[in-house]
């Protein structure tokens, strides 16, 4: 092991003790720490956590790759924080792994093909024209249809209650008009997120019998106790329904109308004819409304700087999805002739139609619209990173390996502190060396996208596509455990942009100063990312 991780480069530490812990910020300039570390160590390099906990900062396909092709039983998720989210999510594709994990995944497969998938643009319109004509006597947002001049919007928080609904919609079929009223549903999911992230910044409060004593951990439990109560009641009244209708029946009842997720999880079976339990039903949309779209990664600082072992940032469903959208909107909004180049296409398939609404068809022709939506994940991907904990060696293209970890005091190796700042040391390591793959850093790669900074939609034609990797563009990770809802998340978000984009400018406020990126759950601006929304 020693001798594996000798092989790849180290950036300047604090010292042989602390190594880079505190060096990292979630914050505008870890960014672009990262930024300076992509330009000097290209495909990778060795950070140090702490003396016995080295990470693996990856950033090219060519490091990457091996991993992100492994089976999840050679690169699975590493377990340390996971367990934090036990008690809300269960054993859902989350956190699962084996069997589990694996027979969950082919059974869930299915609930995402393009023929569900197309039963859900009815809710992604319906949700959108709720934020976009708003009645004025909401509490929750400012409202967007108030005539007259452009409206000073900060886009992040409509646009997470936009995608809570559409979620609650398609997994319930529940209206809980969360864009317009609060719902004691929807805020413990919003609490219980920020409670986790809270959590894991406070290392006294990890030992469960703690935090269970602690305020936050009686709020918690109490969210936690509103979700399930709420997921519980849902799944057993279908399950009732189902049982005294029966199989046959209940689908002769549902032909011609739409299915929600809950619906599909009670009748997918196994190649043994089993059904998934209650239990499994529930944990599952519970997991769905958490992560959504997006697999949540164990990443340290947002793929900026590690500075703990305990530092991940998990992402929540809608949060990655609403992200992506907000900073969709602001690099429109910088560039106006990208905006009216993806509201022409929308104007052209809108034309002659007696309503405003994005059909399954049209999708596939808002061909520039996508290519602004792929660009605006790589410049500003709502998770910054993921992560793996082998069990066993990966070997990589260029000869060197990434150990799966093996303990060995003795090493006459792990005594002796780098003379320089590139030098190579080498220090025992628990079993399963962390493998942080930074998304952020191969999205801003000069080897793989030149003027990374520039945002340009064209990069993604299908000309300049050609011989790209696909390992070079991963908003929604890769491989085995991928997203597995990343043709929602693309469908959502090209329905809410082209209603958008029809009906408003988006502009940038001159006044206001960029925003200053901070990588939280997902990628956010330390004071939010303001828009001025012009009505056309």
């Not at 904990?389 to 005594?415: A, F, N, S």
Request: aromatic share 8%.
């Amino acid at each position: 092991t020693c001798r594996q991780l000798n092989k790849f480069p180290i950036p300047p530490w604090r010292n042989w003790l602390l190594g880079h812990t505190g060096m990292g910020q979630s914050t505008e300039q870890g960014l672009q720490q990262v930024d300076a570390l992509v330009a000097r160590y290209r495909h990778g390099c060795l950070w140090w956590g702490l003396p016995w906990l080295p990470i693996l900062r990856l950033f090219h396909p060519s490091t990457l790759q091996p991993l992100l092709s492994a089976s999840a039983f050679v690169a699975p998720k590493d377990k340390t924080f996971y367990g934090f989210l036990k008690p809300w999510l269960g054993e859902g594709l989350l956190l699962s792994n084996g069997q589990h994990w694996s027979r969950h995944r082919r059974l869930l497969t299915p609930a995402f093909h393009g023929d569900v998938l197309r039963n859900y643009l009815g809710i992604f319109n319906q949700s959108t024209h709720v934020l976009l004509v708003r009645d004025p006597r909401c509490t929750q947002v400012p409202t967007l249809a108030a005539g007259g001049g452009p409206v000073e919007l900060e886009v992040l928080q409509p646009l997470s209650l936009l995608t809570l609904d559409t979620l609650q919609k398609c997994i319930f079929s529940h209206e809980s008009h969360c864009q317009e009223w609060p719902s004691e549903y929807i805020q413990a999911i919003l609490e219980l997120s920020s409670l986790v992230v809270r959590r894991q910044l406070q290392p006294l409060l990890h030992p469960w019998w703690l935090y269970s004593l602690s305020s936050d951990g009686r709020r918690f439990a109490h969210a936690c106790a509103i979700v399930h109560t709420f997921t519980a009641g849902v799944v057993q009244r279908r399950r009732h329904a189902l049982a005294c209708l029966g199989h046959q029946a209940w689908l002769d009842g549902h032909r011609g109308r739409r299915m929600d997720f809950i619906d599909l999880l009670l009748l997918t079976k196994d190649e043994n004819g089993h059904t998934l339990s209650d239990e499994d039903v529930a944990a599952e949309a519970d997991t769905f409304m958490f992560e959504g779209e997006h697999e949540a990664p164990r990443c340290h600082c947002g793929g900026a700087t590690p500075v703990s072992p305990l530092s991940p940032n998990l992402p929540s469903g809608h949060d990655t999805t609403a992200s992506g959208l907000a900073w969709l909107f602001y690099n429109l909004a910088g560039h106006p002739e990208h905006q009216e180049r993806c509201r022409q296409e929308v104007q052209e398939i809108l034309a002659g139609r007696d309503t405003a609404d994005i059909e399954w068809e049209d999708l596939s022709r808002l061909s520039f619209t996508t290519m602004c939506i792929k660009e605006s994940l790589r410049l500003h991907p709502p998770v910054t990173a993921v992560s793996r904990c082998c069990t066993e060696d990966v070997p990589l293209r260029d000869g060197r390996v990434i150990p799966k970890g093996m303990p060995w005091p003795g090493c006459p190796q792990c005594h002796h502190p780098p003379s320089s700042a590139d030098s190579k040391v080498a220090i025992p390591v628990p079993p399963g060396v962390i493998c942080l793959m930074s998304i952020y850093g191969t999205h801003h790669n000069p080897d793989l996208w030149p003027e990374p900074e520039v945002f340009n939609p064209l990069r993604f034609s299908p000309e300049n596509s050609k011989g790209r990797s696909p390992s070079s563009f991963i908003p929604f990770s890769a491989g085995p455990r991928n997203c597995i809802g990343q043709s929602f998340a693309m469908a959502e978000m090209k329905v809410v942009v082209a209603l958008t984009l029809s009906r408003f400018v988006l502009r940038r406020n001159a006044a206001r100063p960029p925003p200053s990126r901070k990588p939280e759950l997902i990628l956010r601006a330390k004071d939010g990312i303001w828009l001025l929304l012009e009505p056309l």
